[in-house]
């Protein structure tokens, strides 16, 4: 399905490829599975169209069957509808007890993958708790009413994510092969939270979608604590992305400190490393390998700098050459986007860095479109962001 936009800006060059330090093969080379014998690499131009401006922060966008597409503004607490044709409207939500400092507010937006007919969908965003300043993260699951011109709260299906000032507040939804829903979430910048198996705080959680109960074959499942039920992988600092590889893999994008943003492969119960204490200690490694137990490795770590790793999508479609099956992760300090290829094992290969995507601008998420283009948002904030069409266009 062609979704048409008009072209306001465009874009496109034959890219390079470049290397980071990284634990990964030292030579770039194209994955065994897309060598060709006697071709050049198949590397798409991008062309870039502005879709919609003159936003704030739309820190995400979910795609529903009509073609259309519900998004967020991060700081104005808000949910807009941007149909095929280029229309745009708002959706009337309740957003009373939503809360918004720093780098919380209302964040990840995801469509029910039975939208069709339950039509439903998930956000992710600051809350007040009822507490005099206090706050927290939360899930929501919404019912878009059949105008959609409002959406009304089913309920919370998970609460008291913590949150401090606003600073790590996560918070990324995504729906797995199995049909759970992850929850990648941010520590609030507070030591204990990303090793505490009770604290929501620096974790991936695994949830039933329409309650948020812990996910039956989660590690500890049968944990007394409701909160520990829900956890898939714990040792996060502040997980801004999630992934669905086509092998059924959930990926997650972290974001390091002066140094080291990860991409990781998730996997059940594992420890990811992030302990910053005592006293919130941001000299410490991202993967610390001296804590107890064991701890998995990034597949993929920016080194230093940081480059502040965002959203992240899985491009997939023969209109993407080279890069089919390739993972592009948004950056925000270093306002670029990142192609980085993986094996079928998930080791590390080759990294592209798109000039069309290179512009000055923040870029916070990607997300492939039912179209296979790819839709980023910016977010540079002062009403002064877009959302972007990114089209490729093979040699």
């Known amino acids: 399905m062609r979704l048409r936009r008009p072209v306001v800006a465009t874009a496109g060059a034959v890219l390079a490829a470049a290397l980071v330090t990284s634990p990964a093969p030292t030579a770039a080379t194209p994955a065994p599975d897309r060598v060709r014998s006697g071709q050049a690499p198949a590397v798409p131009d991008l062309r870039v169209a502005t879709v919609q401006g003159g936003l704030d ?43 918004s400092s720093g780098e919380t507010g209302l964040m990840s937006i995801l469509a029910s993958p039975g939208f069709a007919t339950d039509r439903l969908f998930w956000t992710c965003h600051g809350a007040e708790t009822g507490v005099a300043d206090t ?23 998970v609460s008291g994510l913590p949150a401090t000032s606003g600073r790590h507040g ?47 074959d989660n590690r500890f499942a049968g944990a007394d604590s409701a909160m520990k039920r829900r956890i898939f992988t714990y040792g996060h600092r502040n997980v801004q992305g999630l992934a669905l ?57 920016s080194g230093n700098p940081t480059i502040a790793t965002s959203g992240a999508a899985w491009l997939r479609g023969s209109q993407w050459g080279d890069w089919d099956g390739a993972l592009a992760v948004a950056t925000l300090k270093d306002t670029s986007l990142r192609i980085l290829r993986f094996t079928p094992t998930g080791v590390f290969q080759q990294m592209w860095t798109p000039p069309a995507l290179d512009a000055g601008d923040r870029l916070r998420t990607p997300v492939l479109g039912p179209d296979g283009h790819l839709y980023v948002t910016t977010s540079n904030g002062g009403g002064n962001d877009r959302i972007l069409e990114v089209v490729p266009q093979l040699p």
């Open 57 to 99: 922060i739309p820190w995400d966008l979910t795609f529903l069957p009509s073609g259309a597409f519900l998004y967020t503004q991060r700081s104005r607490l808000t949910v807009r509808l941007h149909r095929p044709d280029g229309t745009d409207a708002s959706v009337s939500i309740d957003n009373s007890r939503m809360w």
């Open 135 to 157: 706050h927290q993260v939360q899930v929501s699951l919404w019912r878009l009413g059949p105008a959609a011109r409002a959406a009304e709260r089913v309920r919370n299906i």
């Open 170 to 216: 996560g918070c990324r939804l995504r729906i797995g092969s199995e049909g759970a829903l992850y929850i990648g979430t941010g520590d609030a910048a507070t030591t204990d939270n990303p090793q505490s198996l009770t604290s929501g705080g620096g974790k991936v959680l695994r949830v039933v979608p329409r309650t948020g109960q812990g996910w039956p």
């Open 245 to 301: 590889r086509s092998s059924g893999a959930m990926w997650s994008v972290e974001q390091g400190t002066f140094r080291d943003d990860e991409v990781n492969r998730l996997q059940v119960g594992g420890n990811y490393g992030w302990q910053p204490g005592p006293g919130y200690d941001e000299s410490r490694p991202m993967t610390d390998f001296s804590l107890p137990g064991k701890q998995v490795g990034a597949r993929w770590s």
